[in-house]
């Protein structure tokens, strides 16, 4: 029975070198989204902003 679950925990572990990467870069991915989607919301603002500088710098 021990050698069972020594073997289980061996297993666990291979598991986990190889889930833990994936779980990790999952989660990086969802971060660069949450930025993608706020300046996504915030790009309206940023366009307008934009036109009144060149706006502006055309008046000069």
Do not use: G
Not at 24 to 34: K, M, V
Request: no cysteine.
């Amino acid at each position: 029975m021990s050698e069972y679950l020594w073997a289980l925990l061996k297993q666990s572990k291979k598991d986990i070198s190889k889930t833990l990467p994936l779980v990790l870069q999952a989660q990086r991915i969802e971060q660069q989204f949450a930025s993608m989607k706020a300046l996504a919301t915030l790009r309206p603002e940023i366009i307008h902003i934009q036109l009144i500088i060149d706006f502006t710098w055309l008046l000069h």
